[in-house]
């Protein structure tokens, strides 16, 4: 297995290996001035081989996270490169129906609604800036001693829907077959066995014999210690302060309770007020925690789903997810994952789509394990076609916004501009991109997206041989408070998608490392601009020695070696992951509208704009909401 590098300190050195990469030596390039730029600016990236590192292997191998090649046609587009009307553009003479910009969750669906309302001779395109389609709902693919492993790139699970709901008809849609879900690895190895969880997030609601929490450095632990079943010990052994002890233990036991404030529906008069305050004052007036008993309790769950701490975000964030509801959003037996996360439903959707561009039947298996077909995406004559490597670098009405008869599209490819028209255009990428791409943009809507903030985030994934040192711990997961990353959890996959049905610590697995970038206290805006200084500006050597580190020290005593057991890591870093909404972002503030209702209302000329971040919480659920109303909204103001 290739992935590991021949440059680190003695004790955690792979023993000469090297990976199919000769990384370059590097050094962590960020400096005082450029920590509190707006983002960090193309010259501070690293070359791609020491900043990317080993990708993988399949389909995904060329799209881990945001490429250096990605991330630099994204600043040349904020930088103001193509500002003016190039000059030199190659005309397609293609004239479409719908051009969707992005190939996330939110473009792909949006492909689907246009294809399913629009009429059979209707056309669309999707221009995606990347190698394969996705957006963060990719996945990582790993050969390690005759097995094929994945492991999400971000997205990861998902809950069953209500029968008869919007969400349960977009499945049916695509072909999701629930009862491939019913059956997940079982068991082998020692006695006594471990339950492992369906899914890589780390999960406070469960209490679990075998989860464990370490306890290093910062609680004057050196060696660190684990502390097995912590709360079903009631703390005993975690070196909290006594009264910070009490505190948790009371609040973990009424845990359940209803919150004290209830809304009715959102905008009334408690929804307002929660948005009006952060995450963290909702969680001490409701929760009876001290301010530093939330921050240890919810700062790494919260950035999980928001990006930031509940120290800079809406209190209605607590409440994001409410109005996509499921049947049981249990971990036991509610959620469900595909192998390597929700990118298995995306691959659902464009084999629903372009039935040659994945081999085979479209059935969970084949879909999952069958290769793309690269050059089924994007040929003549298809109703919807998709076209990677695309950076769309400006959209724009060719007349009055309200009298224009179409848009046109202008994207970057190969080193390459090219032009195409469109009747409509739905902005299906995020509000980071958007504000610069689409160029006659009217002030109110330019003015909203200005209240858009953005934290990064890495996803890394570190196969190893075998999890032994783990189950020697008597745990299958844990998580810490200090370090690098915040828990972790080894996990049985979905049957259909693997090639053994057995799960267990002589047999190699992957585990996910969730990388936030929070930093408490701070403001949200600031927050980001930090935390994507560090992600952009980080060669890979550096994080790989610190995942190395943190497992030996971790897991060193009870057998880990970094050197023998670690076959490959993948990192993952996207720029902008989560759109970060603070207080007033849901319902507005001083009795002005939310800066969102200028976007989601009504289209801007021929153009509609989705995407997860309109909603609060990029979630698979809510983008297919917004591409829903956007494709409607086209569709009823320019097709009728």
Not at 561 to 566: E, F, G, L, S, V
Request: net charge neutral; glycine share 10%.
């Amino acid at each position: 297995m290739r992935g590991s590098c021949p440059h680190l300190d003695k004790g955690l050195e792979t023993g000469g290996r090297i990976s199919r990469r000769d990384f370059l030596d590097g050094a962590l390039l960020a400096s005082g001035g450029l920590l509190l730029s707006a983002s960090a600016p193309a010259q501070s990236m690293l070359q791609e081989s020491e900043w990317t590192g080993y990708t993988g292997e399949g389909d995904y191998r060329l799209s881990a996270g945001n490429m250096e090649s990605v991330v630099q046609s994204a600043h040349s587009v904020r930088d103001g490169k193509y500002d003016s009307p190039p000059s030199a553009v190659i005309d397609t003479g293609e004239f479409v129906d719908c051009v969707i910009v992005g190939g996330g969750f939110a473009g792909l669906s949006a492909a689907l609604f246009f294809s399913q309302k629009a009429g059979s001779g209707a056309t669309c395109i999707v221009l995606d800036n990347a190698a394969v389609f996705g957006g963060v709902a990719k996945r990582n693919e790993f050969e390690v001693d005759g097995h094929r492993l994945y492991a999400p790139q971000a997205s990861v699970h998902f809950q069953p829907p209500y029968p008869h709901s919007f969400l349960k008809s977009v499945y049916d849609s695509f072909g999701m077959d629930f009862n491939a879900f019913k059956e997940y690895q079982t068991w082998q190895g020692p006695s006594p066995s471990i339950d492992l969880t369906r899914s890589p997030y780390r999960v406070l609601e469960m209490d679990r014999k075998t989860y464990g929490f370490y306890f290093g450095a910062k609680f004057g632990k050196s060696p660190g210690v684990w502390v097995v079943d912590p709360w079903g010990k009631n703390l005993e052994g975690c070196p909290f302060p006594d009264a910070q002890r009490q505190e948790l233990l009371a609040w973990r036991q009424g845990k359940r309770a209803e919150p004290a404030w209830v809304y009715e529906y959102p905008g009334d008069e408690v929804s307002r007020r929660i948005d009006s305050i952060t995450m963290e004052e909702y969680y001490i007036r409701t929760l009876g925690l001290s301010r530093e008993s939330v921050r240890l309790l919810y700062t790494k769950d919260t950035a999980g789903g928001l990006g930031l701490g509940p120290d800079a975000l809406s209190g209605f964030c607590v409440y994001a997810w409410s109005s996509i509801p499921t049947t049981d959003d249990s971990a036991e037996t509610g959620w469900n994952m595909f192998p390597g996360g929700n990118s298995g439903m995306n691959r659902m959707i464009v084999k629903t789509l372009i039935p040659e561009a994945i081999d085979g039947p479209r059935s969970m298996a084949a879909v999952w394990k069958n290769p793309i077909n690269f050059q089924a995406l994007d040929q003549p004559g298809q109703r919807t076609r998709i076209r990677l490597r695309s950076t769309v670098v400006r959209v724009e009405h060719n007349a009055e916004p309200t009298k224009s008869e179409f848009v046109w599209i202008t994207y970057s490819r190969d080193g390459k501009l090219y032009r195409l028209k469109a009747k409509t255009a739905v902005m299906a990428g995020g509000g980071w991109m958007t504000k610069h791409v689409v160029r006659d943009l009217d002030a109110e809507r330019r003015e909203a997206y200005s209240h858009f903030l953005y934290s990064p985030y890495m996803v890394a994934n570190v196969a190893v041989r075998n999890w032994r040192f783990l189950y020697k711990l008597g745990i299958s997961g844990g998580q810490w408070f200090e370090g690098f990353g915040g828990w972790v959890e080894v996990r049985k996959m979905a049957k259909f998608g693997v090639d053994t049905p057995y799960a267990g610590p002589d047999l190699p697995t992957v585990l996910t490392f969730f990388i936030d970038f929070t930093k408490p206290g701070l403001p949200a805006a600031e927050q980001g601009h930090v935390g994507r200084t560090e992600l952009l500006s980080t060669p890979y050597r550096e994080y790989e020695r610190r995942i190395r580190e943190q497992m030996t020290e971790m897991f060193g005593a009870s057998g880990f070696d970094a050197n023998r057991d670690i076959a490959g890591i993948v990192l993952n870093r996207w720029g902008h992951a989560f759109v970060n909404p603070q207080p007033g972002f849901f319902f507005g503030t001083n009795g002005k509208p939310a800066p969102r209702d200028a976007l989601r209302n009504a289209p801007f000329g021929r153009i509609a704009f989705s995407h997860s971040d309109l909603a609060g919480a990029m979630d698979h659920r809510n983008a297919f909401m917004e591409s829903n109303r956007a494709v409607g909204q086209l569709l009823n103001q320019v097709f009728v």
